[in-house]
């Protein structure tokens, strides 16, 4: 079973369309994460919620808005696409409240391409 | 502001050598290091992880070394393999954020 879910796996769409990027996990833990990682292969920290609270929140466009239905999900909502939104998107969790102390378990990743 | 760096940027070696990964970070005020391995079109496995207070972490032929005062940490691979072809990124969990801080990965290639 996988750990950490995402999809979908590819996403390829126009400027402007508004779409989401679902994840879920099955280890119980209490914490994920959304991560971009840009062409440059740098991976950058965007959410992190605890327990369906918003924990971190880096400086993300309002364009990007998470949402926690509960503790084992955290989807991403992206409005009015952008051509610099291409990029891998990657889903994370971790049983601690902020990680610290805690091995993080990534998602496989949401290749997305803006046209 | 945390940064990180990783030299070199890519590695290229034949199988069986031994081999170091360097992971540099400008901040010592770190709570842990971790080191991940990314494989093309895949997510991140989580390797070793090092809290802020240990020196170094073993697993199997992978040995991890932390130096946070000088905010050094290198990745030692033994008996390298085919298999082990991929990116390698390390992060430092910094004391006064709430998140990694990664580094761009060493891209390594293990020739048979």
């Known amino acids: 079973d996988t750990a950490v879910s995402q999809t979908p796996k590819y996403l390829v769409t126009q400027m402007g369309n508004d779409k989401s990027i679902k994840c879920e996990q099955n280890?119980?833990?209490?914490?994920m994460y959304w991560y971009k990682q840009d062409s440059k292969k740098f991976l950058k920290i965007m959410f992190s919620?605890?327990?369906?609270?918003?924990?971190i929140n880096e400086t993300v466009p309002n364009r990007f808005s998470p949402k926690s239905p509960d503790k084992a999900h955290l989807n991403l909502h992206i409005n009015s696409l952008e051509l610099g939104d291409s990029a891998v998107y990657f889903c994370a969790s971790s049983q601690g409240p902020s990680g610290a102390e805690e091995t993080q378990y990534f998602g496989p990743g949401t290749r997305l391409l803006v046209l | 502001k945390q940064e990180v760096t990783q030299i070199p940027a890519a590695l290229s070696v034949p199988e069986g050598e031994n081999l170091v990964l360097n992971c540099s970070f400008t901040?010592?005020?770190?709570?842990?290091l971790q080191w991940f391995r990314q494989d093309p079109g895949k997510g991140l496995t989580s390797l070793l992880l090092i809290q802020s207070s240990q020196r170094e972490q073993t697993s199997g032929r992978l040995n991890a070394s932390l130096d946070k005062s000088s905010g050094r940490s290198t990745l030692y691979i033994a008996a390298s393999q085919p298999g082990d072809s991929a990116t390698y990124l390390c992060a430092v969990f910094a004391n006064y954020g709430q998140n990694f801080v990664f580094g761009p990965g060493t891209r390594l290639s293990v020739l048979p």
């Open positions: 919620y605890n327990n369906k609270e918003l924990i």
């Open positions: 280890l119980g833990h209490d914490t």
């Open positions: 901040d010592s005020a770190i709570y842990n």
